[in-house]
Structures are given as structure tokens and as C-alpha cells.
């Protein structure tokens, strides 16, 4: 059998930050985890969905900006692709909590953004746009300015422009949690769906169990001060995947156990059960 590219490489990471008092605060101490290429029993590339899962500040968002290339390790390796990372890249993708359209750009100016300043050819480009414009379902608002739409409609054209240039790897820090609840199950449906089409590997951060779990292959579980992996569990459920699978009793039983590790952890940040 062909082995496996890895996708991303985590070895002794540790990060520290200076406190108000002049102490240092072990935001992360030896995180270690691999992400391989995963394969349909076809033999059809269909990538990963990882999920970070944690108490607020327990460092999900600090390892997500090292593997993004946006901060560096104070010890220890990181790889995308097995290339060392040294700094963002292209073959990397980041969305956000907080929405980043660019507010003077339209809907598809600002997918087109990313296409533009990479050299992609203006027809090719236009073809990308119109097609992931239809697959966030935003057609007809291809002309509309970011302040004119919902919280929603911003994220999905953040999530646009970040497959535009076809990232191997989506990195995604807690994109829904500013939604309320309609809107972010509404998302998750969404992300699902494009994922399926992208064959990208999603390594995503949440502290509400409810998402990580109906979202992940396998969830990250992670523990506060120091941030530390804690578990790495497999989500059983198959794909695709509807609503109706959060109200199973196999779906409840896997949540209470995650709570329960969670609860066994160190720290005492805030996770969130349900949406």
C-alpha cells in the first residue's frame, strides 16, 4: 500500500507568553499529533476533518497560528506538507472567528482577492468565483458590500475565499461562534457540504462539544493551562451526515463521554454543551 503524505506534523511544540507580571504563562507544553491524507475505500483522496476541542484559553487558538504560520514555537517542529513551516502560505487557508471581508470589495471581489494577487487569469478567476458564490449559496448577492449582509453571509464568503485558491489544508478557528444557533447549524450543513467536494484537511477549533463531534473524524481533546492534548478520539458516525444524527442516543452517549474527559482535565475554561 502507497504510504500516506502527512498533512500536518505537530513534534514538542511548546509556546510560552509573558504575563501581566512578568511571569510566563505555558500557553502550550509538548503538543504532538499527526494529520495523514485519508482515503474513500475507492481510493478517492477526501482529506480529514480534525477538531481542536477545549476550554476557552486552553491554547486551541495559539496551535492553530503556528500551524497558519502567523506565530513561532518556542521549542519543537511544525510541518504542512512536510515542508517546516517558516511562515503563511498558500497551501494553507484561515478562517476566523471575527469576519475579514475586505468592507471597499463586493461579495466577489473578495473572493477574487486571493485569485487576483496569486496571478490566476481573469477567466479562470471569474469561473472559480461564480462557482463557489452558487456553492455558498450567495448567488444574486455576487455585487453586495460586507456590511450590508448577516453575520452568516459574511462567514460564507470567508469560507469562499478561502477555497478559492484551493488550500490542501483549511485552517479554522472557531468560524461559527459568533452565530446564533440557526445560523451556525445552518453553517455547519454548509462547511460540510463544500468540504465533501474540496478533499482539503480541516483542522477546526470549538469549545462546544455538540459541534465538535457532529463535525470531526476525530477530535483533538485538549486540556488548560498548560494547553496539552489530553485524547484523541474517533467520531464513529458515518458520512454524510444530517441533523438527525445529533439526536441519537450513540450521538449522546459519545457527548457525555467527551464531557467527561473534558471534566477529568486540567483547568477550568468554559466549553459549551449545545449551540
Sequence with gaps: MEHKKSKITVRN????????DGQCVNALENINFEIEDAY??????????????GP????KSTLLRLIAGLDRADSGEVLVND???????KDR?????KYTSFPWLTVAGNIAYGLKINGVPGERAKET???LIEAIGLSGFENAYPETLSGGMQQRVAIARTLALRPSVILMDEPFGALDAQTRSEMQQLLLKVWDETASTILFVTHDVEEAIYLADRIFIMSAHPGTIVEDVQVPFDRPRDLGLKQRNEFHDLQNYVL????KAPGNGQVRVSV
Excluded: K, N
Design 13 to 20: 511544540v511548546s509556546r510560552t507568553f509573558p504575563s501581566a
Design 93 to 97: 487557508g484561515m478562517v476566523f472567528q
Design 56 to 59: 476557552s484559553g486552553c491554547g
Design 40 to 53: 474513500s475505500p475507492a481510493g478517492r483522496d477526501i482529506g480529514e476533518f480534525r477538531v481542536l476541542l
Design 83 to 89: 515542508q517546516q513551516v517558516s511562515g503563511p502560505g
Design 260 to 263: 467527561g474527559r473534558l471534566r
Design 129 to 131: 468565483v461564480a462557482q
